[in-house]
């Protein structure tokens, strides 16, 4: 159900989704719009839901307050879902406002949790000639105006962990002439494969990881031994005690003997695991010298 009404723009509210999806104009722009506002005033109704939030015109909302226009046009939409709203508040954005690519991108990750994996049976699209279905890849390339080429360099740039995304978004910004797509499409793929790299290096690495997480449990060993003092040799138990922590130390080292060597070390490898090689060395040695005090 719609309703049109006035309503006073100190109870309206931005929807708090609009910032998450959607920047704020550059200087220029905004001091443009405002002109055009403060001439002829809000022509357009906004589109608020029953709680007062606005789907459908934020930058409207944020001029009227800045002009201190009291009182605006909307249309109070009951909406049937969360879904539907926030389907209606991306829509009107790109229609009204041409994202930046980087925006654009972040919608394809966010329209696929919104689209089904398959058109449900008997869906319509309105924009497409004939009413046919299409499949979810398609009806996001639709919703944005945009191409498969553009869908594929999307799915990319969302697999990148945020590091490199911002990485990619301050090239972007910093070459003097604005990459072409072909251009921005072969940094994607050039900072996915040191991604790929990257992972590779850290899967090399998994089996010294778990030395240094074995090594620890024999610290704990180590520490047990230690805190016992005098008393391990009293009696059978502390002799048991005694042997267990032997055994683990030499069943320990006997493996990593074998597994250390056999390792797929590059020098960017041990660059990375720097800090665990010291502490490694740094265990033996707390080994070394426990065996020796208590034992020797």
């Known amino acids: 159900m719609t309703i049109y009404k006035q309503i006073r723009t100190a109870q309206l509210k931005e929807h708090p989704q609009n910032k998450k999806y959607f920047g704020s104009m550059n200087k220029e722009e905004w001091a443009g719009f405002l002109e055009d506002i403060r001439a002829v005033g809000i022509t357009t109704p906004l589109t608020v839901n029953k709680q007062g939030y606005v789907v459908k015109g934020n930058m409207r909302l944020r001029a009227a307050k800045e002009l201190d226009i009291k009182t605006v046009p909307c249309f109070v ?83 990148l962990p945020k590091d490199k995304q911002q990485e990619l978004k301050d090239w972007f910004y910093s070459q003097e002439k604005g990459p072409t797509k072909k251009e921005l499409d072969e940094k994607i793929r050039e900072l996915g494969d040191e991604k790929d790299k ?4 850290i899967k090399n690495l998994l089996p010294y990881k778990k030395a240094v997480t074995d090594l620890e449990k024999l610290k704990e060993k180590i520490a047990e031994l230690e805190t016992k003092e005098s008393e391990l040799f009293k009696d059978a138990e502390g002799v048991q005690q005694i042997l267990d922590a032997l055994v683990a130390g030499r069943d320990f080292f006997t493996k990593q003997c074998m597994v250390i060597p056999a390792l797929k070390i590059t020098t960017k490898s041990k660059e990375l695991m720097h800090d665990d090689i010291e502490a490694l060395v740094e265990l033996v040695e707390n080994w070394l010298a426990a065996i020796k005090q208590k034992l020797l």
């Open 198 to 201: 990257a992972d590779k290096e």
């Open 77 to 159: 939409v009951e909406y049937d879902t969360d879904e539907a709203e926030l389907m209606d508040l991306i829509r009107d954005n790109v229609m009204r406002r041409e994202p930046d690519i980087f925006t654009k991108m972040k919608l394809v990750e966010e329209l696929k949790k919104r689209y089904p994996k398959k058109s449900p049976p008997g869906v319509k699209i309105e924009t497409v000639q004939n009413e046919q279905e299409l499949p979810p890849r398609d009806l996001i390339k639709n919703f944005l105006n945009e191409n498969v080429h553009f869908m594929a360099m999307a799915n990319l740039f969302n697999a």
